[in-house]
């Protein structure tokens, strides 16, 4: 199994419409984040969270909410959808040391219609 | 604030072919330094990495060393192969504890040909 797992894998929704997507991790790490893919854009940050207690904004979070259930589990809502939300959305996880690599987890398509 | 800039691609090689892509940043203090590789329907998995200045990471054949006098870190590969056709991410870690926020660069997509 995956260290990383997010769920779905893809999705395709309605302008409009709430979504949630699903992360959880088997690393034991405090370090939770979710990043937004778009083609010549790199990856950015929407959300982390350092802990369970601790959950704070990236560059990219309006429009998007998150929550940590669990030291294992992080989701990232989408109240509304949005056409210019549809990206491959990525969750990672870390240790907190300066030389820590992040893991990350295999992806989510989503696409707004 | 802190900032990874790296050669635009495509970049298309035939199998063999040297392999260079840029990777420059800004930041302060000495940052740590990594390669992160995504294969076609991936997520993104480490490559190498260099924690402080004048180290060398090195994976699977790639090399990359961290120069701060010219605040660097390309990453290199001898012979390519055509399995390592994918997307390279250069990126920086400025610190530890409540510093630490992985800043990306914008990707460089690798085709090898055979």
Same mark, same amino acid.
């Given at each position: 199994d995956a260290d990383v797992t997010q769920t779905p894998r893809n999705r395709i929704t309605k302008t409009g419409k709430r979504i949630m997507l699903e992360c959880s991790q088997t690393k034991g790490h405090d370090r939770m984040y979710w990043y937004r893919q778009d083609p010549g854009l790199g990856l950015r940050l929407i959300y982390y969270s350092f802990d369970v207690?601790?959950?704070?904004?990236g560059e990219i979070s309006d429009g998007?909410?998150?929550? /940590?259930?669990?030291?294992?589990?992080?989701?990232l809502s989408l109240e509304s959808a949005?056409?210019?939300?549809?990206?491959?959305?990525?969750?990672?996880?870390s240790d907190p040391t300066a030389r820590a690599e992040a893991f990350f987890g295999?992806?989510? /398509?989503?696409?707004?219609? | 604030g802190n900032s990874v800039t790296q050669m635009e691609g495509p970049v298309t090689l035939s199998e063999e072919a040297f392999l260079t892509i840029n990777c420059t940043y800004t930041a302060t203090g000495y940052p740590s330094l990594f390669?992160?590789?995504q294969y076609p329907g991936e997520g993104l998995q480490l490559l190498l990495k260099a924690t402080k200045a004048d180290d060398k990471g090195s994976n699977k054949g790639f090399e990359a060393t961290y120069r701060k006098e010219t605040t660097s870190f390309h990453l290199e590969k001898g012979s390519v192969q055509v399995s390592d056709s994918a997307v390279y991410f250069c990126a920086l870690n400025q610190g530890g504890g409540s510093?630490?926020?992985l800043t990306f660069g914008k990707g460089t997509l690798l085709t090898v040909n055979p």
């Open positions: 207690k601790d959950i704070n904004k998007y909410s998150v929550s /940590r259930q669990a030291q294992a589990k992080f989701s949005i056409p210019n939300q549809t990206a491959l959305y990525f969750c990672a996880t295999q992806g989510t /398509r989503l696409t707004v219609v | 390669w992160y590789v510093n630490y926020k």
